[in-house]
């Protein structure tokens, strides 16, 4: 059975920072590209942040500067840098899991507000 569980979102005032985390289970982790979305109220679920087996990485134009994502393979984690945040960063951050499929965890809400 596959899980990915994130944790580490919250609330954090305009320019602090916050890490997030995805623990994942029942996948061959360093076979996987991983990566974050986010969703706002309202609006689609976009692609934040990817890291790539051999540790490539790619994100969005919001992100670029400011996010860095990174992996553990011997944890079977991934994680979210994020700086500088912004009260538009504020959604519902995703995890998932891409090889054969996508896998999804179920989300932590991160909200920037003063």
């Known amino acids: 059975q596959v899980q990915l569980v994130e944790s580490g979102g919250g609330l954090v005032q305009p320019g602090g920072s916050l890490r997030l985390s995805c623990a994942a289970s029942g996948i061959f982790f360093r076979d996987f590209t991983m990566a974050w979305y986010r969703q706002a109220p309202g609006k689609q679920r976009d692609l934040v942040a990817h890291i790539r087996p051999g540790s490539d990485t790619g994100y969005a134009d919001s992100a670029k500067g400011r996010f860095t994502i990174s992996r553990d393979n011997d944890k079977n984690t991934v994680y979210l840098q994020m700086n500088s945040l912004k009260p538009e960063d504020t959604a519902v951050y995703y995890c998932?899991?891409?090889?054969?499929?996508?896998?999804w965890g179920q989300g932590t809400q991160v909200t920037v507000s003063p």
């Open positions: 998932a899991a891409e090889h054969d499929q996508i896998y």
